[in-house]
């Protein structure tokens, strides 16, 4: 026989306890408990539930017909390489960044390259196919300024000033609109969830909602979301399962420019990232993104050798800098921007065990030009080539370019990808090209093959 048993639920974060609390243990929140009843016992079980609920329609895989996704291309390539190539029909997007790093922007432009594509070739049987933005934070008038001052076309989209996820259903179910825009999903409210805009029970039932209308209509819908430093506060961390893409807008404090990077997409690869400049009149396409990771006029310093990257299909060449001073207090610091700190420990390790290098009592401080933030191994000997560079205040030639993986026996190890890593450095006039010790040739350059970091050492020094 069942009964019933109070319990006190948190209206902020749905956290649940036996007895009442003036603060939830859990969000932190003060007066967000609320009393209501429970049904426990037999009749409540899983199994009574499994019996009376109707059993799910199953398929054999061979079965079902397999579907070729359209995709929407947007035409900025920056964008449809992160996304995959572009949008997915019936695909739910979370775009995700800091407020004010430049989302609402990234949108206007994405919406106007959208709404020309869907002008100019016709990707749905629909007559009427159109961009529906919806917006809880800024009024038409505000939005319509930003669109103007971008020089978007407004002809095929439409706006909405509507934060209830209900009214938004049922308008994308009349409209049938190709792609909606949800900005943001902070600012959005289900009748469904008793508790207030922002909290994390509104934006995981709002989610869903759209996930849902995604799927069962094919509307593409890209919904916006705040971080805060921790990345956890403001929802989007919350997000992650539910919807198919993430994508982050991020971007280096004393930089123009704006990296987009995926975390998840399960029509793409997560290794690509687009590249943008911030301008007066919104973001444009970085086409050659060697030119801002790396410069040529620092090339003839020491401590700075150049290395190439692979970030997913694209390579591109990033400049490392090293100095290597006498520490003034008894602990050596090792400081890095751009890689994981304690790889430059690692390799500091490795070179003064393998190499001879007298690493004890100097200070070395690493830096990755451009704000980019590296996780490729094939970036450690132009590392180490630039800490011997730094310590022994000998400058590298300027086409010099290292690629290869430094192992804990200090031998240089091969990395993927290294004909690609080539010809951009041949695009790029670097004719010394220091590799692992492969059967690679090349007519137009000096491949120069180290086998460990003594040898290294040893052609550096001279």
Excluded at 200 to 215: G, S, V, Y
Excluded at 290 to 300: E, G, V, Y
Excluded at 339 to 363: E, H
Excluded at 378 to 400: E, G, Y
Aim: with cysteine.
């Amino acid at each position: 026989m069942s009964k019933t048993q109070k319990i006190y639920s948190c209206t902020k974060c749905g956290a649940q306890s036996s007895k009442w609390n003036g603060r939830c243990l859990e969000c932190g929140a003060w007066g967000t408990l609320e009393e209501g009843l429970v049904a426990t016992g037999q009749n409540n079980s899983t199994e009574q539930f499994a019996v009376s609920s109707e059993p799910a329609q199953i398929s054999r895989l061979d079965k079902i017909e397999s579907v070729k996704y359209n995709r929407i291309v947007t035409g900025i390539d920056e964008l449809d390489r992160v996304l995959g190539g572009g949008l997915v029909p019936g695909s739910l997007v979370l775009l995700a960044g800091e407020p004010g790093i430049g989302k609402s922007t990234m949108l206007a432009q994405m919406i106007d390259a959208v709404s020309k594509t869907i002008k100019n070739n016709k990707v749905s049987d629909k007559e009427d196919v159109r961009v529906l933005y919806v917006s809880g934070e800024e009024s038409a008038p505000q939005i319509k300024d930003r669109f103007v001052r971008l020089a978007c076309e407004l002809e095929k989209i439409y706006f909405a000033n509507e934060t209830n996820v209900e009214k938004i259903r049922a308008t994308v179910l009349k409209e049938k609109p190709s792609l909606l825009i949800i900005d943001s999903i902070q600012t959005m409210r289900s009748g469904d969830v008793p508790s207030e805009a922002g909290s994390i029970n509104q934006i995981r039932a709002a989610t869903a909602n759209f996930l849902e209308l995604a799927k069962k209509h094919d509307v593409s819908i890209i919904i916006t979301g705040h971080i805060t430093k921790d990345g956890q506060v403001a929802g989007p961390k919350s997000l992650e399962h539910i919807v198919d893409t993430v994508i982050y807008l991020e971007h280096d404090q004393s930089l123009h420019y704006r990296l987009l990077r995926s975390t998840k997409n399960r029509f793409g690869s997560i290794n690509e990232i687009g590249i943008f400049e911030m301008a007066s009149d919104g973001f444009r396409q970085v086409k050659n993104p060697s030119a801002i990771f790396m410069n040529s006029s620092n090339l003839d310093q020491s401590g700075t050798a150049v290395s190439c990257v692979m970030e997913g299909t694209r390579p591109f060449l990033v400049e490392v800098q090293a100095l290597v001073t006498k520490t003034v207090f008894g602990y050596p610091i090792r400081k890095a921007t751009g890689i994981d700190a304690n790889r430059l420990q690692v390799l500091a390790a490795v070179m003064q065990k393998r190499a001879n290098l007298n690493l004890a009592n100097q200070d070395i401080i690493l830096n990755i030009v451009g704000g980019l933030k590296i996780k490729e191994t094939a970036m450690d000997m132009a590392i180490c080539a630039a800490i011997i560079s730094s310590l022994s205040n000998q400058v590298i030639r300027k086409d010099a370019l290292f690629v290869g993986e430094v192992g804990l026996g200090g031998e240089i190890r091969n990395v993927g990808k290294m004909k690609e890593r080539l010809n951009e450095a041949l695009r790029l006039g670097f004719k010394e090209i220091y590799t692992p010790n492969l059967d690679i040739q090349s007519k137009k350059q000096t491949i120069y093959k180290i086998g460990n970091l003594s040898d290294l050492s040893k052609m550096l020094l001279g």
